[in-house]
Each structure stands twice: as C-alpha cells, then as structure tokens.
C-alpha cells in the first residue's frame, strides 16, 4: 500500500473527490468500452480479405441521423460530468473555517516548509502537526518561487505562489503521519521539499504545542558560542538567543523533529554532522552553505543542536 | 516523368557544394518542407536522448545517474526540444509540402517568407542548444536551462536563474515563434488564394481545412507566448517587473500568458495529425471520409473552443471557484467535436475494406490511443479530480498519450503514407511493421504504467523519489518501455535512410489514393503541376478512376 495514495482518503476534501472520481471512471469506463468495441469490430470485421477482388466498397458519405446521435449523447455525457464536478468543487473550494478550526500558514521556501500558528504563537519547519477530528484552514505563501502543497490522502494539491495568498483545508479523521511533497517544480531541490503531516490524538496534540511554546534555554555551551558568532544566525532563528535569520528553518525545538532538510534525512547525530559539514553529501542544491568549520567546532555545534527540544 | 528525371540528373552532375547551396537558398516549399523534417528529425534524436537519461534515472529511488542540476535541465530540454523544436517543424514540414500539392498550386503564397520562417525555426532550435556551450555565460562552463518548459515566473526572474540559459530559452522560442507566424500567415494565404479551378473552400481535402484551422490557431497562440517573452527579457535586463513577484509583479499573470499559448498549442499539433489520419484512414478503408461537412464544422469548433479552455491547466492556482467553474465547461466541451471525430472516422471504417499497410496500422494505433488520451483527459477536466492529478506522472502519462499516442502515431503514418511521394521510393512494409510494433510495445508499457505512480502521489520533475511509496516496480517497468521506443526509432531512421537509396520505385500513385498530389511525378518537379489540375469533387483521382460513379454527383 502506498502512503500517498490518493484512493485511501482519510480527510473530507480527499474523500469527496474520490467520490467524485469513482463517477467519472465509471462514465469514462463506459464510454470506453463502447467506442473500443466498435473499434476492435470495425478493425476485425472490415479488413480486406484476399478473395474481396478489386472492386471498391460501396461510397457512403454522411448521414445526419446518425451524426445527430452521436453528438447529443456525447453532449449529455458531458452536462452530468460538469454537473458532478461543479458540485464537488463548490463543496471543497467555498468551504468555510467551523468554529474551534485549527488557522495555520504555511510559506514555501527553496527547499522547506516554514508552519506557523497564528493563535498558538508558534513558528516551526518541515513537520506539520494538526489535531484529529478537527478542521485545520491553511493559507499558503510563498517566499520565492511557485510550491504546491499536496499530501495526497488529505486533500487535492494547493500552489503556495508570491504574492498570490491561497487557502486550503483537512479535516484528517485518522491519527499516524501522512505523507506528500511539493508537486510545483521549485528549483533544484524540488524533489527532496518533501511534506509530514502528523495527525495527533486531542492530548499528543496539546503536549507538542506546550512543548513548541516554551523558549530555548540560553546556555553558555561552546556550540552555542560558535553558533551565534558564525553565519549560521543569519538564516536561523533559535528564540531566546541571539540567532533571529528568518531565511532557513527555525530551530529552537529541532530536536522535536524527526527528519532534517525537509524529510531528506532522518534526525540523526551522523546526519546533523554531515549536513553541516557537507550539505551537498545529504541534498545537491540545497540553500544550506557548507560552512568550512573544522570538525571540532562542528562537532560543538551538534551537541548544541541536541540540546534543542 | 522525363522532364523530372532530367532535372535530377542535371541536379546530381553538379557539385555537392553547389548543391547544398541550392538547398539552402531554396525557396521551393518541397525542398523546405524537406528541411523542416530532416531538421524535426535530428532533434526527435536529441529529445529521445534526454528523455532516456531521466528514465535511466528514475529506474530505482535515490539513483544516482545523474546530478539534480543535469536532470532538471533534461526536462526541460526534452520538454522544449520535442514541442517547439519536433512536433512543430514535423507538422509545419508536411504541410508545406503537401498543401500546395493538394490544392494543385505550384507554390505556396510567399515562397520568400517561407525560406525566412523556416530558417528562424533553424536558428531558434541552434540558439537552444547553443546554451549546452554557453548557457552560464561569464559565470562559469556551459548549462542548458532547468526552468521547465512552461517556465513559471519567478525561476526566470534574475534572483532564481543567474547566467543565461534561460536568455537562450527565451530568445529561441522567441525566433522560432517568428517562423511559426510565418508560416501560419503564408499557410493561410496559401489555402485561401492560390485553390486550382474547381476547388471551392467545400472542396478542399480534409487535410488542408485541418491545416487552414491549425494555421489560424498558430497567430493568436503563437503571439502570446512571443510577447511573454519580450516581457521576460524586460523583466531581466530592462528592470521591468511583469513577472518579477520581487518587486510586485505577478507569477499568476505568466500562466496565462503561457497557457493561453500552451493549450492552443495542443491543438496547433493535433489538428495536423487528424489531418494524416483524414487523409490516410479514407485511402486504406477505401472509403470516402463519412460526414465531411460534421468533420469540417468540428474542427472549426475545436479552433474555436480550444482558445477557452487554457486555465484548466491552472486548477491548482487557487482561481475563484467560479473561473474554475468555467474552464471545466468549456474543457469538457471540446469533447463533443473531438469524440465527434472519432465517430466519424469509424464509421469511414465501417463497411470498408481495410488494407493493413504500415500508415493505417499506425492510425489504427492512434485511433485506440487518442480515445483513451480524451477519456483521462475529461478525468482532469473534473477539476477536483485534478487538484489530485495534476502535476502528477498521471498528468505526464497524459500527454505523452496525446503528443507521442496520437500527434507522433499519425506522424509516423504520414511519413510511410507519403514518403514515396517525395522520395520516390517505397519505405520498406517489413521494416515498417517491425517499428510499428516495436514502437507500440514500447509506447504502451511506458505510457500505460505511468498513470499508476501519478495515481499513487508521484509529482512531475522530481529527479529522484524515496523508496516506499510504491512507485519503484512502475517506473522500473515505464523505463524498460524505453528500449522498445528507441529500437522502433531506430529502425525508422533506418528505413528511411535504406529505403532513400534501395527501395521499391514508387510511382506516381502506390496507394491508389485519390488527392491530387498523387496525378503528378514522384517526386513532384519544381513546378509541382505542368498543367493546372481542375477539381470538381473532394476525390478529383476518385473521379478520374471511376468516370461511372463520380464523387461529385453527390457532393
């Protein structure tokens, strides 16, 4: 089974667009059967045969009755397709946010995804929590180029588009983590901007919020040091330290995710090394500079970075 | 026949620089016809190469062929080359040599203009790939662009795409959109102006009304696609700000510059292979074409309706329900026409006595592949629907099954269909019929199973994918495909060139066809007719074979 297929919805948007495919697949299958039977027949039935001789077949050249027929139909085939469609696309595009729905922004970076909760005052990357049972609205930005949010089982694909404010929204109905990954080509790194969604239970929900609330600890570690007197404060953002940049990933509670580089790497010691020492090794393109530290200084900084939960 | 032998006798004592001379400052529409062909052909090789190069890449998740930076560019290039720099010139290529034939003129309109436009095509497919040298410009060694072929603002914008690929880009589409107005303009005054006596508009073979549409489409589709582009450079190197979303300009307002262009464009293309099949499906059916005036009315229809159907492409931009609304109709709606067509070419089968030649074989193959291509076609029509699909592999299934299932099948048939016209030798039945299959093998596992991994979550342009969505056993199988499409082009290419110099004399009329380009020599002298055919039905050789039962008592 596929993670990401777009038949196993688990969100009203997802579910009504099934509903609505299974009917043109239906129609098409039908349509298909008929014009491929008349064509298999038509191929069999009418080749020239070896004992035909010369003569040439009877000349038929139209015949309105039967031109009539096969454009009314196809003009009725076509009016209750639109007729399904326009509903289902109503139904999903006009929707309005219920009362106690979950607001959150989603930006579009070259290559990751910035989340930020407007009413819980929390700014986090990559991983996108939302309780179950409840409808989350999602406006999406961009901060550069064109993205689309798309995990398939929650609902149809979003573009994120500069100055170009989009909404979507799930309604996810199941707890466990879906998958998806930006579906507009972005740049280099398009195919590694890949999209987590973890569907939480009311309480896990509510224990990652508390936890994605509280500020860092503002220690005097030696990573730390070597983090906020290099570039890297440039582009991070760990609240409650000097490191303000807004151009990559904040990283106050880093260690609460499970994967780096927008679900290119598992959260790992090793990984973390490598993707500062050598981003290319773990996403070729990627916006993340090689930072030419030696391995003690980075060695300094994972552990500083572990300590981010 | 004599007169013609000894013009190529003459032509053949001369030395070959003059000759290729001769070739170049022709103005003659066969010999350019010639040009654009041979020249489609070169690039269908270098698109089938890059195309190739992603497929090896795909072939396993986290493959490492080739870095993210050169298949980006293979997209692109692929995407371009086989649209702008392939299709185009092939069909441009066949209808001018075949529509001034057909109508019984010795040459089209504007000969000169012909020469230009088919020489800034040239150009503007030698400035594309110029950029594989010289791309990066001052910044370092060479790079093709990797914006995509639709190229979406911002990428182009100077922050996203420094160096000059996507200059090259721009100025080759640029040049070769010149051609095509060119050649759309002189296409049209053709048609119009220059019908041998007799031949009235209602007269005119299906092949040349397709083309009189198809060249009608080319102005206002071609000439948003150019201006986008002098806006892009604008953008660049003017300090415009169009598509610069930087400085407030709008990446949606490039989309539809673009769509307006690039769904048209599906029709410039298509149109011209229904013209192949209209003429080739008739000829081996031995039947006259059933409903001329439906098929006339349906394609002027098409003309129309597909100028309103561009933002289907566009569902996922976040349009207002009510456009959405909108562009579902008017999607679903060139269904009518087009399924009309396809009624109207069986019932041409219908009681006739079909010859399974090489040309109808690849009709044949069109006929199953263009219906399946509208059936998944109206499927992302449905625009909820499509907010799944598109930019899916679903969506790249699609409209390979459109442009390689219906637009190349045609064009394949065309070439076996007239080659021996213009060359005056038969392509070889057995070769043909072995890239035939070769070709439809290779078609179908590449193209039917890469609905699957769209279905399953698989966006376009991704130069590798992770393991464990179910997408691995579905490319691997797409690109084995590759291998049978590349050993049927193969053996194309090498029909073509054996059949150049040892095939089966042709004679003027191998298939007992009935349009007149078949009533003069092949290959046709300069002049094309020493005397004016006079057309009094849309089947003149039918007339002339059958004097007892002439079409024109019941047209």
């Known amino acids: ?309 | 026949m004599s007169t013609s032998s000894l013009v190529l006798t003459q032509a053949q004592a001369r030395p070959l620089t003059l000759r290729l001379h001769g070739w170049v400052t022709t103005v003659d529409h066969k010999r350019l016809g010639i040009l654009y062909i041979l020249y489609a052909l070169v690039f269908l090789l270098a698109g089938g190469v890059e195309a190739t190069i992603m497929r090896v890449q795909l072939i396993r998740p986290h493959n490492d062929f080739v870095s993210p930076q050169v298949f980006n560019r293979m997209f692109t290039m692929h995407g371009t080359t086989m649209i702008f720099f392939v299709a185009m010139p092939l069909v441009f290529g066949f209808a001018n040599y075949l529509v001034p034939l057909m109508i019984g003129a010795r040459d089209m309109a504007f000969p000169r203009l012909n020469a230009f436009s088919f020489w800034m095509t040239a150009l503007g497919g030698l400035f594309l790939y110029f950029s594989f040298l010289g791309g990066d410009g001052l910044y370092g060694a060479g790079g093709a662009p990797d914006v995509g072929w639709f190229a979406y603002a911002p990428l182009t914008a100077k922050t996203f795409s420094v160096g000059h690929s996507t200059d090259f880009w721009t100025l080759s589409l640029f040049s070769s959109g010149i051609g095509s107005i060119g050649t759309a303009i002189n296409l049209i005054a053709t048609i119009l102006c220059m019908r041998c006596p007799g031949m009235t508009l209602g007269k005119m073979p299906l092949f040349v009304w397709l083309n009189l549409v198809m060249a009608g489409l080319v102005i206002p589709t071609i000439s948003p696609l150019s201006a986008a582009q002098l806006m892009l450079l604008v953008d660049r190197y003017l300090g415009g700000h169009f598509f610069d979303t930087q400085a407030g300009g709008s990446a949606v307002i490039w989309m539809h510059f673009f769509w307006i262009f690039g769904h048209p464009e599906v029709y410039v293309l298509v149109l011209p292979a229904f013209a192949f099949a209209s003429e080739i499906i008739p000829v081996f059916s031995r039947k006259a074409i059933f409903g001329y005036p439906v098929m006339v009315v349906a394609t002027v229809a098409i003309g129309f309706i597909s100028m309103s159907v561009w933002a289907h492409h566009m569902f996922t931009v976040g349009m207002s329900a009510g456009a959405n609304t909108f562009f579902v109709l008017s999607t679903m709606a060139i269904a009518v026409p087009t399924g009309i067509k396809i009624f109207n070419w069986l019932a041409t089968m219908w009681g006739g006595k079909i010859r399974y030649a090489t040309p109808m074989l690849f009709c044949v193959g069109f006929l199953f592949q263009f219906l399946i291509a509208g059936l998944t076609g109206v499927m992302l029509a449905a625009a909820p629907f499509d907010w799944q699909l598109a930019n899916s592999y679903f969506v790249v299934a699609h409209f390979h099954y459109v442009i390689v299932g219906a637009i190349l099948f045609c064009i394949f048939g065309a070439f076996y269909y007239w080659s021996p016209k213009v060359t005056g030798k038969m392509l070889d039945e057995m070769l043909g019929k072995l890239h035939f299959w070769l070709f439809f093998i290779g078609f179908h596992l590449t193209f039917d199973f890469m609905h699957i991994p769209g279905i399953l979550g698989m966006p376009r342009r991704i130069y590798t994918y992770e393991p464990g969505r179910g997408w691995d056993v579905w490319n691997l199988i797409v690109s084995i495909g590759v291998i049978f499409q590349a050993a049927g082009v193969l053996v194309f290419v090498g029909n073509l060139i054996w059949s150049c110099f040892r095939g089966k004399r042709a004679g003027n009329d191998p298939w007992d066809a009935w349009t007149l380009e078949w009533s003069t020599s092949s290959p046709p002298p300069e002049y094309n007719y020493a005397v004016l055919p006079i057309a009094r039905s849309r089947r003149p050789l039918w007339d002339l074979k059958h004097p007892e039962d002439p079409d024109w008592r019941y047209e």
């Open chain 1, 1 to 309: 089974m596929s993670p990401t297929n777009i038949f196993a919805p688990v969100s009203t948007p997802a579910e009504s667009i099934v509903g609505l495919s299974i009917f043109v697949l239906a129609t098409t299958a039908v349509v298909f059967v008929v014009v491929f039977g008349l064509l298999a027949y038509v191929v069999i039935k009418f080749r020239s045969r070896p004992l035909d001789g010369q003569r040439e077949p009877p000349q038929v050249y139209g015949s309105t009755q039967v031109e009539m027929a096969w454009t009314v139909i196809p003009v009725l085939i076509v009016i209750a397709l639109f007729l399904a469609s326009s509903r289902v696309l109503a139904s999903i595009q006009n929707a309005k946010p219920p009362a106690g729905a979950l607001e959150v922004i989603v930006t579009g970076h070259q290559y990751w995804w910035e989340y930020r909760y407007p009413s819980l005052n929390i700014v986090t990357a990559n991983e996108l929590h939302v309780p179950v049972g409840v409808s989350t609205f999602i406006t999406l930005l961009s901060a550069d180029t064109d993205h689309s949010f798309w995990v398939p089982r929650l609902g149809g694909k979003t573009d994120l588009i500069p100055n170009h404010p989009n909404r979507t929204w799930i309604d996810p109905r199941e707890t466990g983590l879906f998958l998806g990954q930006c579906a507009q080509y972005c740049g280099t790194q398009h195919a590694k901007m890949l999209l987590r969604v973890y569907v939480d239970t009311r309480q896990d929900f509510d224990r990652w919020v508390r936890e994605q609330q509280r500020p860092a600890q503002n220690g005097t570690s030696a990573g730390q040091r070597i983090f906020e007197s290099t570039a890297c404060i440039n582009c991070h953002t760990i609240s409650g330290t000097a490191a303000a940049g807004k151009f990559g990933p904040d990283l106050t509670h880093l260690m609460t995710r499970e994967t780096i580089a927008a679900g290119a790497a598992p959260n790992t010691r090793e990984m973390l090394h490598l993707w500062i020492s050598n981003p290319d090794a773990v996403k070729p393109g990627s916006k993340m500079p090689a930072m030419g530290l030696n391995d003690r200084d980075v060695d300094a900084i994972t552990d500083y970075l572990e300590t981010l939960r």
